[in-house]
């Protein structure tokens, strides 16, 4: 029997209490087990060897290579892309290539082996080649902060975390299931917010203004509808929301904004070079 310091006896605790004291309990170790996760993951995104994302890199642009389309598109894209690294800090430097794709899907990302896809419905959709370099600029950011890596470095972590329960020593179990996780995975807001700052530094060091910075997520955000352009919205925050981070930190840093270059002829789609 208990008793409490009056002498008076302490009823069992009912089964709802039982519930909820488990359910706490098992929250707990939730909490705990995913701070291990995360931390973890933080981590081999640092530790990830050249050698392997080159590796995955690769498997992943095979994925591409019946679309993919050298030629003069392509490099036009890597001059461009070029102009932009060149601002970069020595320790920033990479050897970034674009790969051009010319399917309609309006969409750009970042892929290990220090690749940035690029699609011809991206081309279509901005106005300026203003745009166009905001938009490297940002995948550019990625890079510099391997934000490109980290659905790379979860799948690692949850082979660790199942080879340890399970004694399992095969780690990698395949480079499609890596791959996979680069092109599905979506980034936070606080990581494209880093990413879009990187490349409206990029930008502004390029033309010595702001002009075309916001103007491609600003028409994203009226035109968000569109089924072409699902698949940007699909894996990136809601434009507006950027558009308006953008301007407070144009206005915070005093970025001007002037008038901006025209998209390269040679990237202009059929209708654009007709008008010229």
Do not use: C
Not at 21 to 43: D, K, P, Q, R
Not at 241 to 247: D, E, F, P, Y
């Amino acid at each position: 029997m208990l008793l409490d310091r009056s002498g008076h006896r302490n009823p069992p605790p009912s089964p709802r209490q039982l519930l909820a004291l488990l359910l706490g309990f098992v929250a707990v170790i939730g909490l705990v087990v995913w701070g291990l996760f995360t931390l973890l993951s933080a981590l081999l995104v640092w530790l990830i060897p050249p050698q392997l994302e080159a590796q995955i890199g690769a498997a992943l642009v095979r994925e591409f290579s019946q679309q993919v389309q050298p030629g003069a598109i392509q490099d036009k894209l890597n001059e461009l892309q070029d102009r932009l690294e060149a601002k970069l800090a020595d320790k920033d430097k990479r050897d970034l290539r674009v790969i051009y794709i010319p399917d309609k899907v309006v969409n750009a990302f970042a892929v290990p082996g220090d690749r940035i896809i690029i699609f011809r419905g991206l081309l279509d959709y901005v106005k300026s080649e203003n745009e166009l370099m905001m938009v490297l600029g940002h995948e550019i950011g990625h890079f510099r902060n391997r934000d490109h890596l980290r659905g790379i470095a979860q799948n690692l972590t949850w082979q660790i975390v199942f080879a340890l329960f399970l004694g399992d020593s095969s780690i990698l179990q395949s480079i499609g299931s890596l791959t996979a996780a680069v092109t599905q995975s979506s980034f936070s807001q606080g990581q494209e917010l880093a990413a879009d700052r990187v490349g409206l530094d990029l930008l502004v060091k390029v033309y010595g203004h702001a002009g075309g910075a916001v103007d491609f997520f600003d028409r994203l955000a009226k035109e968000g509808k569109s089924p072409a352009i699902l698949a940007f919205l699909s894996t990136h925050p809601h434009p507006q929301k950027r558009v308006q981070q953008l301007q407070q930190i144009m206005r915070q840093k005093g970025y001007t904004i002037l008038p901006t270059t025209p998209l390269p002829p040679v990237l202009q789609n059929e209708e654009g070079r007709e008008a010229r």
